[in-house]
């Protein structure tokens, strides 16, 4: 059944007709909540969910949004049954400039229909020749890593990444076109969280708009070369996928799904390292657990058939996505008038879920503020007491297509540290970070990494 784009017509902005929900309009003038909402979202919406309940309207970012709080709030908007929520409407205003027409800016049958053709890029063929690729560059970036002394390891696995992203993704070596290529890539991602959008030459939204002309015009160069021989690398994955109809992509369409996956990918998993990194030196044990692991796997090249065996680094990885989802807050706007817990909501409202206000529910978690990667063993499995209550990679039909591909890359990274190396912060330290757009520490995460002995 197809679904109308008649309500593409919608002003741009979401609607402010919201005064007969619980809420209120903030704590300052014009910007509301703004600055709890950049400096302590968790908090604000702890606050604002003991004061209203499981609905209000809220004011940050110079957008009057209604929040929808827990599990069942989750399973509505991603779930999605009715098709009312737009995803389009609620990214486009952030990216479509930067990243236009990416998997997750696209709705309902023009979704589906490009993320069937997708799929064959992560399919487990696919997998295993992204795996092969980065072994030999995971396993060099971490040797270059400082050892026994102090660094910024935010900033060096976010440089590590881009190198990995450069290969796998865009299937280029290292060398004078891959340098412009993560330049670009950089500004872009830099220009996604600019607070000013204007196009004056040096500040960091010009900065991203020439960075995605250097992406699109090597993509636009290589297309035919890539259509016509087959490499391992997502670009050319891209290029030859097809659905089970024998449908094809566009160039247009490989080249904004090349970008912007570049772009989903490369952010989300840093935030998810950093997480990583940042639990495991709090808590030394599971280093040692994931050590132990780590050698039943021979050699120093992890094989596709490995991965399952490095089942305790999954449970770390699900811990420490639940505590620290890269994506804390997830956009939708409302495509036509409905009633949502009593309330009669408008067409063009903008409704925000929160996986991590979800993942630290008492009522759902045992002590939340505790890291337990055992809390997702089978015994345990305190994530199935609602199908939507771990929601870190979204879920319904826009469920991130690459999470499989997220945990090989984190397993991977994992296993060339761990075998060989332990990692440690000062005794007290905290980290310090931001929770929103995207979870991130905000003193680069300072971490000694030690060879083990």
């Given at each position: ?21 619980p ?7 014009i ?22 309940g ?5 004011n ?13 709030a ?13 995803n389009?409407?609620?990214w ?27 799929q ?8 295993q020749?992204y ?7 995971m ?7 400082p ?44 220009a ?7 196009p ?6 010009q900065?991203?708009l ?6 699109k015009?090597?993509?636009?160069k290589?297309?035919e ?20 109809d ?8 490989v080249?904004?799904?090349t970008i ?19 639990a ?9 657990i ?16 490995d ?20 994506v804390?807050a ?50 345990r ?13 979204g879920?319904?039909?826009h ?21 060989n ?12 970070y ?9 003193d680069?995460?300072?971490?000694t ?5």
């Amino acid at each position: 059944m197809k679904t109308s784009t008649e309500y593409l017509d919608l002003p741009r902005k979401s609607t402010s007709k919201l005064q007969h929900l619980p809420g209120d309009s903030g704590a300052l003038p014009i910007l509301g909540d703004t600055v709890e909402f950049l400096t302590d979202y968790l908090g604000l919406v702890s606050r604002k969910h003991k004061l209203y309940g499981p609905i209000f309207r809220n004011n940050a970012l110079l957008q009057k949004t209604v929040a929808l709080l827990g599990p069942e709030a989750n399973e509505l908007v991603l779930k999605d049954s009715d098709k009312i929520f737009s995803n389009k409407m609620a990214w486009d205003p952030l990216l479509d400039k930067l990243f236009p027409d990416g998997l997750m800016l696209r709705d309902f049958d023009e979704h589906r229909f490009h993320r069937r053709i997708l799929q064959a890029a992560f399919k487990k063929d696919a997998l295993q020749g992204y795996l092969d690729d980065m072994n030999p560059r995971m396993r060099e970036g971490v040797a270059d890593f400082p050892k026994n002394a102090e660094f910024g390891f935010k900033d060096s696995i976010k440089s590590l990444l881009l190198d990995v992203a450069a290969q796998i993704f865009m299937g280029v070596k290292m060398g004078e076109e891959a340098d412009a290529i993560n330049k670009g890539f950089l500004h872009a991602m830099e220009a996604s969280m600019a607070v000013v959008k204007l196009p004056i030459p040096g500040t960091t939204w010009q900065k991203g708009l020439n960075g995605r002309k250097t992406l699109k015009a090597f993509i636009e160069k290589h297309i035919e070369a890539k259509r016509s021989t087959e490499s391992s690398d997502f670009f050319s994955q891209f290029c030859h996928a097809k659905d089970e109809d024998g449908n094809t992509l566009s160039n247009e369409a490989v080249r904004d799904h090349t970008i912007f996956l570049l772009f989903a990918a490369h952010d989300t998993t840093t935030s998810t390292l950093c997480s990583i990194i940042y639990a495991l030196a709090k808590n030394p044990e599971w280093q040692d657990i994931l050590y132990e692991e780590c050698k039943l796997i021979d050699g120093d090249h992890l094989n596709y058939d490995d991965l399952p065996k490095l089942d305790k680094a999954a449970l770390v990885m699900k811990e420490a996505l639940r505590m620290f989802p890269p994506v804390p807050a997830i956009p939708r706007r409302l495509i036509k008038e409905t009633e949502i817990m009593g309330y009669r909501l408008p067409a063009n409202t903008g409704i925000g879920i929160s996986p991590l206000f979800t993942h630290y529910m008492e009522e759902w978690w045992t002590e939340p503020t505790k890291f337990d990667p055992e809390r997702f063993s089978v015994e345990r499995a305190e994530h199935k007491r609602h199908l939507y209550q771990w929601v870190p990679f979204g879920g319904g039909g826009h469920k991130c297509i690459g999470l499989n591909f997220a945990e090989m890359q984190v397993k991977l990274f994992m296993f060339h540290l761990l075998r060989n190396y332990t990692i440690s912060v000062k005794p007290g330290y905290e980290m310090k970070y931001n929770a929103v757009p995207i979870s991130f520490p905000t003193d680069g995460l300072p971490v000694t990494i030690t060879a083990r002995k």
